[in-house]
């Protein structure tokens, strides 16, 4: 009996983060349609289990609580063992999720292209060709399954909200006196780690610009006080740079899920390689990105969505990281400092110019 007859009871395992977690979508839409009956539960950090909450591919969310420890996640393995799953997926692939599953009978992992990775990164050989390709993370997820016949069904990603956040978005909008059917510019300066963050006063002036350009108001996005302060002093220069110009800092004020129902009302979202990214991909947003020590072989672009990726690839040190660091190795930055304002505000307003965005 092939594997593919027994498949009643399947686990996907991906701690975190906000990005990595959201192009698993892919993976689970594309599981769950090929194995409609087969219960399909999925182990998240307690912090991101709305990102997958309310997926209609997800049977239970099971929840690590984000401070948890290494009794932690020997309780889980027992949860786990307790379950007794025909199948466990474990996309995270770390010391962690590997303990989750220790000593189940049937787990498969993703390839994480490590030996590629790192050489790319320490020493600029680009060997993903032969180390197995340079595939989107997205499409990296389906690689444990495609035995099982799982395939892209080239939809793209996902993120389901819950019933009323649409109108509870509007509603928060009226209320900072943001009419029905203005023009939008969505904003996500931040990320989580420094050198993958475009300056904050470019990403002010460029908004700037754009948001005269087509006397559109601003709604600015980020999850944290850290974040919440950049945002704020976002907003600051483009009140100096552009008053009149109505902006929003929605930043640490919204769940995930109201973040995301935020996006929706947004024609474009201008943002570094960020989870927030990835959100507006999910959600089918036009994407500005800025991306500056990564690059599209580590597999972060923005995934199934109208995008514009600026990059300088003539930066002979790039990639320095496959995640970000708190600086510049080099401490020149010139990954990010070689993009200019005109360039990002360029690639808005192309992006603005083709067809909206339903």
């Not at 349609?33 to 950090?45: G, Y």
């Not at 060709?129 to 892209?152: D, Q, S």
């Not at 970000?324 to 990954?335: A, D, I, T, V």
Request: proline content about 5%; hydrophobic content about 40%; some cysteine.
């Amino acid at each position: 009996m092939e594997i593919a007859d027994t498949l009643h009871k399947t686990l996907f395992i991906r701690f975190s983060s906000v990005g990595d977690i959201v192009l698993s979508s892919l993976l689970l839409r594309a599981f769950r349609n090929r194995f409609p009956s087969c219960r399909t539960d999925f182990l998240v950090k307690s912090e991101y289990a709305d990102l997958v909450r309310f997926s209609p591919y997800v049977s239970t969310v099971m929840e690590f609580p984000g401070d948890g420890g290494f009794r932690d996640v020997w309780r889980l393995r027992q949860m786990i063992r307790n379950e007794r799953y025909d199948l466990v997926v474990d996309i995270h692939n770390s010391t962690r999720s590997r303990i989750a599953s220790l000593g189940l009978r049937r787990v498969v992992r993703v390839n994480k292209r490590k030996l590629a990775r790192f050489l790319l990164v320490n020493t600029k050989w680009n060997l993903y060709g032969r180390l197995g390709g340079a595939l989107g993370i997205a499409e990296r997820y389906l690689e444990p399954v495609r035995f099982l016949g799982v395939m892209n069904d080239g939809k793209g990603l996902e993120m389901f909200l819950p019933p009323r956040a649409g109108e509870e978005s509007r509603d928060l909008l009226k209320r900072e006196g943001v009419a029905a059917g203005e023009l939008l510019i969505g904003v996500a300066p931040a990320a989580r780690h420094i050198n993958k963050m475009w300056p904050a006063e470019r990403f002010a002036e460029s908004v700037s610009a754009l948001a005269r350009e087509k006397k559109a108001s601003v709604l600015l996005f980020g999850f944290g006080r850290e974040e919440n302060l950049l945002c704020a002093g976002v907003q600051r220069t483009i009140g100096q740079k552009s008053p009149g110009t109505r902006v929003v800092n929605f930043a640490d004020r919204l769940s995930i899920p109201l973040t995301v129902a935020m996006m929706d009302l947004c024609s474009v979202v201008l943002t570094n390689d960020s989870g927030l990214m990835h959100l507006a991909a999910a959600r089918k947003r036009k994407v500005v990105a800025v991306f500056g020590p990564t690059v599209k072989e580590l597999g972060f672009f923005p995934y199934g969505t109208e995008a514009r990726v600026l990059e300088d690839t003539t930066v002979p040190c790039r990639p320095c990281t496959h995640i970000g660091l708190e600086r510049c190795p080099k401490g020149h930055f010139h990954c990010m400092m070689n993009i200019s304002p005109d360039k990002v505000t360029s690639a808005a307003r192309d992006l603005l110019s083709a067809t909206p965005v339903s």
